[in-house]
């Protein structure tokens, strides 16, 4: 420590950021609801980083002197090291920037009070947010990829495994295995693009807005987007204090990728069911029952399932929050960094139980083969008409009368008699039952983004080259 005296450093119980103007104490009860040292506590590291430079600033302003800018920097360094140390706040620390403050007093004495000259807390608060979402918008960047691996790396195994896609829950036609699995792929890979677009909305400086006019010092705001970070510099002092457009956009992104999460639950939820059976659930992220005991349940699936409820919440608690506020900077805003924290809380235990738990599945083959009936190629009999000149509604009426034969007959499309299919069409011949085959109907839909063999070949690449650029740029 530099000043450890008495006249230099503010009792605990008097150090606060405010008071001058009052003659007596907040209530307790005030106390209560408004310290928010319990939520912001995390902020620590940036708040440290952002008074840092500001120390830099105001030594460049010409506020401070190189000596009071470096013991300042120093001072801050070591108030860092105390935090990471495990330090813990004091009942009298209103939020982290005030503990921050009391040991920066600590730490380097009576100079610590010049630290907070031309800025306020609410454009240090919101310097601060905006560098932990910038922060956590990577982690959670690295956090999609690793269950995107894990979905990735299952479908390669499935590139020649057949089973059922569904519409309206009930099956509809033929699709590979992996092409099954990519269709989850996809919406992370979008929600990666969410997320970087998030990060880029956060990376406006806004320190140097003051409490809502300016700094009256002219501390230079290049310098400052330099040493943090930031891609530009905050227009409008008004706005950059009150502005949390970048809490909205990375919590609708995180309520994006949650609502992923769930999809994806629920088909492995549904398709590891005993009347599915395509899908068995490891025993690392399985669960049993505590009276049946051959019970295997899916609790990772179902907690991302459930867990899409409560990042959702936490976006229109935020949006309920700032849609009647007025300009500038309210204290219902405090409020924002704990839907924020939950929900990046929330999905950094999602997202890795998800990928431990999909890393860990083992699809059954068979099943999934074996529950491709041949009236799913019902559309391919329609297309080949329509291939020997059919109009595509003439074809789907003579191919919907020999689904009806073949229900009310209780057997397969491709066992009923070729005279069932000369009367149905003229235009059906011999090699008609060709159609009712699943591989012929994937090998026909060989079209970009289809279910054909080579278009998921060439999605497979795609998927890895997105991962792998992603790796090669984190």
């Known amino acids: 420590m530099t000043d450890s005296s008495a006249s230099s450093t503010p009792s605990a119980a008097s150090h606060k950021l405010w008071g001058g103007r009052f003659a007596g104490g907040p209530s307790p009860l005030l106390d209560a609801i408004n310290r928010s040292i319990g939520t912001d506590f995390r902020l620590w590291p940036h708040d440290i980083r952002l008074s840092q430079a500001w120390a830099r600033a105001l030594g460049e302003a010409g506020v401070l002197t190189r000596e009071e800018s470096g013991a300042l920097r120093a001072g801050l360094a070591r108030v860092g090291q105390r935090i990471a140390d495990g330090a813990q706040p004091q009942p009298t620390d209103e939020d982290i920037h005030t503990m921050i403050d009391r040991l920066l007093h600590e730490e380097a004495g009576s100079v610590a009070s010049k630290l907070h000259t031309g800025r306020s807390r609410n454009d240090q608060v919101a310097t601060a947010s905006r560098l932990w979402t910038m922060a956590a918008c990577r982690d959670l960047d690295a956090a999609i990829r690793t269950l995107q691996e894990a979905l990735l790396s299952q479908a390669e195994t499935l590139t020649d495994a057949i089973l059922p896609a569904y519409t309206h829950l009930q099956r509809a036609q033929p699709v590979s295995g992996a092409h099954a699995l990519l269709a989850h792929f996809w919406p992370l890979e979008r929600d990666r693009t969410r997320l970087a677009n998030a990060s880029r909305g956060a990376a406006t400086l806004p320190l140097g807005s003051g409490a809502i006019a300016g700094s009256a010092f002219a501390v230079p705001r290049t310098l400052l987007q330099e040493e943090l970070g930031f891609a530009a510099i905050s227009q409008n002092s008004i706005d950059a204090t009150g502005d949390r457009d970048f809490v909205a956009e990375t919590l609708f992104t995180c309520t994006m990728t949650a609502v992923h999460c769930s999809r994806l639950a629920e088909d492995l939820i549904i398709y590891g069911s005993g009347e599915f059976g395509f899908v068995r659930f490891g025993d690392g992220f399985s669960t049993g029952s505590s009276m049946m005991p051959q019970k295997r349940n899916p609790d990772v699936f179902e907690l991302a399932r459930g867990s899409g409820a409560r990042v959702l ?100 499309m491709d066992a009923l008699p070729a005279s069932a299919f000369a009367s149905a069409h003229a235009l059906f011949g011999a090699d008609a039952r060709d159609a009712l085959a699943a591989e012929a109907s994937l090998a026909a839909r060989d079209i970009a983004g289809g279910t054909g063999p080579n278009a998921v070949a060439a999605q497979l690449a795609q998927a890895r080259e997105a991962l792998t650029a992603a790796s090669a740029s984190a």
């Open 313 to 412: 919440g936490d976006l229109v608690s935020l949006l309920g929050t700032i849609k009647g506020l007025p300009s500038g900077y309210s204290k219902d805003l405090q409020d924002d960094k704990r839907a924020l924290f939950n929900a990046v809380d929330l999905l950094h235990l999602v997202l890795p139980a998800m990928a431990g738990a999909v890393a860990e599945l083992r699809f059954d083959r068979a099943r999934m083969r074996a529950a491709v009936s041949s009236a799913m190629m019902a559309t391919d009999l329609a297309d080949y008409l329509v291939k020997k000149g059919a109009t595509f509604r003439e074809a789907h009426g003579a191919v919907g009368s020999l689904v009806r034969q073949a229900e009310e007959a209780g057997i397969e």
